[in-house]
């Protein structure tokens, strides 16, 4: 075995030496400035440049992957306040445009077509009475702000019912549509007095009309300020229906209110009303007789 090694060894040798002597001319060579070695040089370095590529391609990657997942990172932040701006932007826009439906409202509130009372309070829903048999509101405004039992409540579009019951703080209101509720109303059209009631879930009707009452489908019902607790000339309803038996005494009339009942959260209390919750029983006995 060291012979073998040995006999390898001074094969080697004289190799290395040839090779230690060739690189010591080219190295006088380069040093004497000749320019003997330039195409040389100039081959082995275009021969190199691959390698370098390759050799290089690791670091330039990762810069590449590194400027990706930056780039990435400062989009998706700047998403992120994009988003932010957009859903402040849209609460704003929100805001502003609940806003200006009150304005609206207030604004229909105030244009009011019929002669009404400067008294007039501004009030806004804040419960619906959870009772089936029992069609009430509950609204901001109380006692201590002049509220009181037996005011009429309007809206915009017409008679909205008559404050029942008062706190300090809230109002409870009964609306036209309860079946204890009865409004003295005239038909525009033919000047005729009547009691609209209430009907509850079933239909509204006017108290016991005779058969030939001049009234029909279409005809248009304002309060008539009889009793003296609505005012006088306001919307509350239209005439949707009239049956007339002529066997019967009285004709069925059905009406539908003109208030925004399931619609309006800002209404209008007229102060100064009477002191009782029960409908104006002067308003009907008149109408009677």
Not at 101 to 119: G, I
Not at 233 to 251: E, F, H, I, L, N
Request: charged content about 20%; proline content about 7%.
């Amino acid at each position: 075995m060291a012979s073998l090694f040995g006999a390898r060894q001074a094969q080697v040798r004289p190799l290395l030496l040839g090779l230690t002597l060739a690189s010591c001319v080219l190295l006088g060579i380069e040093k004497a400035g000749l320019g003997w070695l330039l195409p040389v040089r100039s081959v082995l370095a275009t021969m190199v440049v691959p390698v370098q590529y390759v050799a290089e391609s690791p670091h330039i990657a990762m810069d590449h992957l590194i400027e990706f997942f930056s780039a990435r990172s400062r989009l998706m932040r700047r998403n992120a306040s994009l988003e932010r701006e957009l859903l402040m932007a849209r609460s704003e826009t929100a805001r502003t445009d609940a806003i200006l439906a009150e304005n609206d409202r207030l604004r229909e509130l105030f244009n009011l077509p019929a002669r009404l009372p400067d008294d007039l309070l501004i009030a806004e829903l804040i419960e619906v009475i959870p009772d089936p048999t029992r069609y009430e509101i509950v609204v901001d405004k109380g006692g201590a702000h002049g509220v009181a039992v037996g005011q009429a409540v309007i809206d915009s579009a017409g008679v909205f019912g008559q404050v029942v019951e008062t706190t300090p703080l809230t109002g409870r209101v009964l609306l036209v549509t309860d079946p204890s509720h009865a409004i003295p109303v005239q038909v525009i059209r033919s000047k005729v007095f009547a009691i609209a009631s209430g009907g509850g879930k079933g239909p509204h009707l006017l108290d016991n009309p005779p058969v030939t009452t001049d009234i029909v489908a279409g005809d248009n019902l304002v309060s008539s300020g009889l009793g003296r607790r609505f005012p006088r000339d306001y919307p509350v309803g239209v005439v949707t229906r009239v049956v007339k038996d002529p066997t019967q005494q009285y004709a069925q009339v059905v009406w539908e209110p003109s208030a925004e009942l399931a619609r309006s959260r800002l209404v209008l209390v007229v102060l100064g009303g009477r002191q009782d919750a029960e409908p104006s029983t002067d308003a009907v006995a008149e109408i009677g007789d």
